[in-house]
């Protein structure tokens, strides 16, 4: 995840980083000849920078997964099955041709797609629609979310037991689930 914050001499974005100046935990960056610049936590926005989380169906996956308490599994024999968190069960069984996971010329196996690829019309758009977003602040034992109605940037505040998420993103429900899986203690190189 990449972050930035408006530079305090020109007012343009700089990257920050979360560095530990000896006493604590500090946002810090260089912009501009400025120098030095430390940074509160209200004023650094999470980016859509590459390799950083986006809002779309992996960032959907990861949350159904992590936060929403979708199990998926992997058979002995190569399919997926995917449980949902009300008893719900789907398998991929019938979702995909399975000749294709041999390579035609070679006849070696290929890597299989991830779990949540065979699951699309499952899987709520937890990252790009505010009603499946709200799902999310439901599970929350603490929630706050901050922002004008139509006109980004938007805070989220999610608290899960004693671990609390705070961030910013372009719109509502990427923001509730940045800080759902950063107060789960999730980032993007742990999908599995």
């Given amino acids: 995840?990449?972050?930035?914050?408006?530079?305090?001499?020109?007012?343009?974005?700089?990257e920050v980083e979360r560095v530990d100046n000896g006493v604590m935990m500090v946002w810090h960056g260089v912009h501009c000849?400025?120098?030095?610049?430390?940074f509160a936590d209200e004023d650094v926005y999470a980016t859509s920078?590459?390799?950083?989380m986006k809002a779309g169906r992996e960032l959907d996956a990861l949350?159904?997964?992590?936060?929403?308490?979708?199990?998926?599994?992997?058979?002995?024999?190569?399919?997926?099955?995917?449980?949902?968190?009300?008893?719900?069960h789907f398998t991929d069984i019938d979702r995909r041709d399975y000749t294709a996971q041999y390579d035609k010329e070679t006849?070696?196996?290929?890597?299989?797609?991830?779990?949540?690829?065979?699951?699309?019309?499952?899987?709520?758009?937890y990252s790009t629609d505010i009603a499946a977003a709200w799902e999310v602040v439901e599970k929350a034992d603490l929630w706050s979310l901050y922002g004008s109605i139509g006109?980004?940037?938007?805070?989220?505040?999610?608290?899960?037991?004693?671990?609390?998420?705070?961030?910013?993103?372009?719109?509502?429900?990427?923001?509730?689930?940045?800080?759902?899986?950063?107060?789960?203690?999730v980032t993007g190189e742990q999908h599995g």
């Fill in 1 to 14: 995840m990449r972050y930035k914050a408006r530079c305090p001499q020109c007012d343009e974005w700089m």
């Fill in 33 to 38: 000849g400025w120098g030095q610049a430390y």
């Fill in 49 to 52: 920078l590459e390799g950083s």
């Fill in 63 to 88: 949350i159904a997964e992590k936060v929403m308490g979708w199990k998926p599994r992997q058979s002995k024999h190569g399919y997926w099955n995917l449980d949902g968190p009300n008893g719900e």
């Fill in 107 to 125: 006849g070696q196996k290929v890597q299989q797609a991830p779990w949540w690829e065979y699951f699309w019309d499952e899987i709520p758009f």
């Fill in 151 to 185: 006109d980004g940037p938007y805070r989220a505040c999610i608290q899960f037991e004693d671990r609390e998420g705070l961030m910013t993103a372009d719109t509502a429900p990427l923001a509730i689930c940045l800080a759902a899986l950063k107060a789960k203690g």
